[in-house]
Nanobody, 125 residues
Framework: QLHLEESGGGLAQPGGSLTLSCALS????????IGWFRQAPGKEREGVSC????????MWADAVKGRFSMSRDNAKNTLYLQMNDLKAEDTGVYYC??????????????????WGQGTQVTVSS
């Protein structure tokens, strides 16, 4: 059974960087597409990116394109979200979730059991 756990959140200054980790257990990372989502205070959760299985294209929200990147370490069964040039509007709880293919940046298609518990990212001076 898929289990995901995020880590790496914290406080960063505007223009700074953070790297989030999404560690999978119970399954093999290379068989899964992993989406990143975030929820800012008082707002709905939104899609940030999706890391596909081999042969598919990654997906990015316009708000983070060019600033965020993703990488996979299959040996550690972990996906990373590298966040650079952070802005105040990047503040929120970041979640990773698993499904078989990216298809979109919406939450549709991600079973409720396929989500991590979230990690807080705060961008503030």
């Amino acid at each position: 059974q898929l289990h995901l756990e995020e880590s790496g959140g914290g406080l960063a200054q505007p223009g700074g960087s953070l790297t989030l980790s999404c560690a999978l257990s119970g399954v093999t990372l290379d068989n899964w597409a992993i989406g990143w989502f975030r929820q800012a205070p008082g707002k709905e959760r939104e899609g940030v990116s999706c890391s596909p299985r081999d042969g598919e294209q990654p997906m990015w929200a316009d708000a983070v394109k060019g600033r965020f990147s993703m990488s996979r370490d299959n040996a550690k069964n972990t996906l990373y979200l590298q966040m650079n040039d952070l802005k105040a509007e990047d503040t929120g709880v970041y979640y990773c979730a698993g499904r078989r293919s990216c298809l979109s940046l919406t939450e549709l298609g991600y079973p409720s059991s396929n989500w991590g518990q979230g990690t807080q990212v705060t961008v503030s001076s």
